[in-house]
């Protein structure tokens, strides 16, 4: 049972933003994909979700190959994009952004229980939410939806870190419910440390791809990832 | 003349320009389009409608009337939704101006098939509701005028219910906020524009039957009025409800009060145009730059 | 740069006038050699051809909705009209009288088309559908209640003297023709103009065209105020034609047919204007020959008018994209046989560049709110004359909203910016641009519609001639002048943005991450060009870069922003050295 990405090439406009990347996201796991910005990490999710098409290369769901298909009946067959930068639905309170999801009381009060500090805000609209929690929002909706692989781009963009530390151990526990989880995250260090598997994406190429703890451990590797040689 | 005496005799078109008004609001704000066809489909079902009274013609006169009713209903919704389709087909992440274009290119469409079915000499459109309701002084308040301002509430009333206290208001909103957003989240988002194109088309296919050939003698100047229908959306912003309706109601009793004069009847033509321009220069006092341009 | 690549317009210069001349010859004969019933069509053919020139600067070139057309005709007409019947004047000039009173309809309508679109152009939007449509039914309405001048009583007497009868239509098809080729010259100079780039500009992007230096409004105004003088004109071209006309020469449903006609073969562009006129004369034409209703035709322009929409193209550039492509083909194959390949030079690394000491934009307690976010926070630094300063920070730090601040895209912040000793405060972004303030997006915001050169000149202002624009496109290593932006890929596009605005010399020039797109080779290439641009330009820059690599490699001074906030300012040694700003960067949260 897995996400599995085959030599996938995107392009967009003439030159291609991803060249040639594999990997597979099991159910149960986190994978971390780190690099620098305009790398192609955010393409890669979006070519994954079906907001952008790829040019060749293979996407399977537990061996469902996906590609040709809507990104609607991709996310039926399981597979969750948490796009960048919290996209909220501004007018719909807390309650209703999870209703729009959870198919049962059950679902929904178990997607709930993940942030209970939203409790108190559940009928503010979440337009007028701190961005903390806006982004507790976008992923309990996302988990009362009982997806079976998540993409989350950029959870931390615009995050105070504090906020950020209080998130992963919510992605940790999505991962042991039994969900494949993908994040691709430019604050590195806590991300690669929730994860299992870690890959490193420099200009659409992967330069790295192997246990997330390897990674952490050479600290060359991973700077010159960000801040050039 | 007083107030309540022009109110009184632009209250008839003024209440269709208000209904009018709410359908555009709601497209706009739910679909994303200034829906410029919205009345020629409404137009287009009750006329091809009163082509079925001769296959009817047995039947008593209360059952040809509500056959009537619905294959108007029916035949704008379908047109409505072909054209709802087609928008959420291709242009499903185009400008609203492009949206928009689609729109004209179809009234064109419409306007001229009706010329080519229905001719441009009046028609036997009876109205579903005849005379007057009640009278202020020596002026009648129609019937039609009437329905035409509880149909513009009810609606309004009807849409905020489903759109603030319904799962599928919960859909709605969602995919007006961020559409991506919720197809990512498995919406509908195919279905649920469509389904917004035939009901609102459905509902102009009654609106034009109820009011029949009263507002207007024939069928293509029974689409124009879609003009005054936009002033009054504009008053709303293409956003607010209960403004829109306001600026409907508005702009007839504009109309009805210049009739006082007939020397000026000429401008009674341009009241909407006059009423668009200073809403226009009134919403944009501000420079505001988009992002997306 | 091969000289193989030019393409003919540039080569010779004098192939429209030429043309023109061909077309007016080629209308003499037609119009005194064709059977009578088949001039009296071709007049009514120019007369559409006409409108749709109009129609084609606001929705093909400005890419407006405007749904009037004929309803500047009627007014047009109507004035002719008055002007013939109810005034002493046609005494006085005579056979002159006609050119004279087209002129100034056209003039009039002009100005009622400024009084339309000053609110409605304002806004973005479909604001100025609404509006048009509207005018179209209100002046529909009233010109049938208040009727032309003549009265369907009076002939309104040709032009020079030409008579009524199917001689004169001979002559007056010549008239025609000669008024429509000088219409279409002037719109094709104009088209070439400065201004006709800020109306291809402004259909694309907004803030593209205020951040040449060009006001959006003016822009706008002017291309909906010409398209309603031409259509003034068309309006008495079908006066002289009949002779006598009411409302139902001028139908509102002609309008939307002439805006969708407009759209489906692209009437911006004078060769598809004449195919469109063409179409709209002779599909009724022949509808009528068959006893079918016209309004067939509109019907059929209406469904070709939403498959030109849903699929985003037009006749017309469809077919000059391939044509480009296969003269492009054919040109590299022969460049090819030549060997011709540039020499690729190798000269010395040019040094960061170091500052005059002066300072150039001053910036103080910046602060940029969104409702209740704080998107920079009390920020001042100040830039150095003839540096590269770089501003970096991870996503959503807020570079990219300093920038708009700084462009003038944000009216409503608080703080000080002065650039050069001159304050910035309330001047909107054009204003700012001709200040000396350059910036270039991080999305496309260059205009496919027009060439390289065209861009270049119309972004410079037409302060740069032809040579300083050329040796801008070599500095960065652009695709020639004459390549139309459309064929040319995002990241080389973005480095004819960086171009273009250098070339208009710029005190300051903001770049927001012109280097994303582009390869790791053509990194190092656009690190070594940048750093002799302010030696070479005479321009300092701010440079907002991800790849750190190139900020390192071509900044003197690096400011760091995170969280809207200044984390660390100074020399980029020690800002890149700060730990942090390496925590700032890689979120070493284990620090807190």
Known sequence: MSLKVTDVVVRRGVGPVISGVSLEVHQGSITTIVGPNGAGKTSLLESLSGIIPIASGGLEIDGQEISTLSRRQRSLLGLKHVEQGRMIFPSLTVRENLTLTARSKADFDEAMSLFPELEKRIDSPTVLLSGGEQQMVVLARTFAARPRYIM?????????????????????????????????????????????????VTSGKVSYHGPAQELLADEALLRNAYLGQ | MNIIIALAVGFSSGALYALIGVGLTLMSVLTRVINFSLVAVGVFGAYLSIRTSP???????????????????????????????????????????ARSAVTVASLLMLISLSFILFGSQPQPLRPLL??????????????????????????????????????LGIRLRAVSDRQTAAELLGVNVKGLQVGVWMVVGGVMGLCASIIGNTAAADATSMITLVIPGTAAALVGAFKNIPLTIVGGLVVGALQGALTAFPSTTQLRDWIPILVIVLFLLWNQRKEVWDVAR | MSLASRSRATRRPWLPLAIALGAVVLGAIFGFGMPAYVVFVSTSVLVAMVSLMGLGIVTGTAGMIALCQLSFGSIGAWILEFLYLKTPLPNVFGPLSFLLFMVIAGVITAALGLVIGLPA??????????????????????????????????????????????????????????????????????????????????????????????????AKLSAFALSAFVGGIAGCLIVGQITQVN????????????????????????????????????????????????????????????????????????????????????????????????????????????GTGRPLLVVEHLTVEFGAVKALTDVSLVVEEGTILGLIGPNG??????????????????????????????????????????RTFQQDRVPPSMSVGAYLRFVTGGRADPAAISDALTFFGCPDAYTPLSVVDVGTRRLVEVAANLASRPKLLLLDEPAAGLSHDEHLAFADRLRRAPEHFGTTILIIEHDLDLVRSVCSQITVLNFGEILASGDRASVLNDPKVVSAYMGETEML
């Open chain 2, 55 to 97: 296959l009817i013609a047995g039947a008593s006169l209360d059952v040809q009337t509500v056959i009537t009713v619905v294959v108007a209903v029916l035949v704008a919704a379908l047109i409505s939704g072909i054209l709802g389709w087609i928008e959420a087909t291709w242009l499903s992440e185009a400008t609203t101006t």
């Open chain 3, 121 to 218: 152009l304002r806004l973005r939007g479909v604001n100025l559908a609404v509006i048009t449509l509207g005018v179209a039914a209100a002046v529909d309405t009233t010109v049938q209640q208040i009727g032309f001048p003549d009265q369907s009583f009076a002939h309104i007497p040709r032009p020079f003297g030409l008579s009524s009868d199917p001689t004169g239509d001979r002559g007056y098809f010549l008239f025609a023709v000669i008024i429509t080729v000088t219409i279409a010259l002037g719109i094709y100079a104009l088209q070439k103009s400065r201004i006709g780039a800020a109306w291809k500009s402004v259909a694309f992007s907004e803030r593209g065209t205020a951040s040449a230096g060009t006001s959006v409004r003016t």
């Open chain 3, 397 to 438: 730090a807020g570079k990219s909203t300093f920038v708009d601040a700084i462009g003038g895209f944000l009216p409503q912040h608080t703080g000080t910016a002065v650039l050069d000793g001159e304050p910035l405060a309330g001047l909107p972004p054009h204003r700012r641009a001709r200040a000396g303030l350059r």
């Open chain 3, 247 to 354: 409302y139902l020469t001028f139908t509102p449903i002609n309008s939307l047919g002439l805006y969708v006609l407009s759209i489906v073969v692209g009437s911006q562009l004078i060769d598809m204007a004449l195919f469109g006129g063409i179409l709209f004369v002779v599909i009724p034409e022949i509808l009528k020959q068959f006893r079918v209703p016209l309004e067939w035709s509109s019907v059929a322009f209406g469904i070709l008018g939403i498959q030109a929409l849903t699929s985003n193209s037009n006749l017309g550039t469809s077919v000059r994209a391939a044509l480009f492509r296969r003269r492009r083909l054919m040109e590299a194959s022969r460049a090819d046989a030549a060997g011709d390949h540039a020499a690729v030079e190798s000269v010395a690394e040019a040094p960061i560049p170091a």
């Open chain 2, 130 to 167: 005849i005379g007057p309701a009640f009278l202020i002084g020596d002026v009648a308040v129609t019937k039609v005028g009437v329905a035409m301002l509880v149909a513009a509430l009810v609606v309004g009333i009807l849409t905020w219910i489903v759109v603030n206290r319904t799962p």
């Open chain 1, 152 to 200: 989350i781009d950029e959870m931390s963009l615009g995050l105070a870190p504090v906020v950020f530390l209080r998130l992963v151990p919510v992605i940790q526990g999505i991962a042991q419910s039994g969900v494949g989880v993908l994040l691709v995250e430019q604050f590195a260090h806590l991300a690669l440390r929730a994860a299992t598997d870690a890959l490193v």
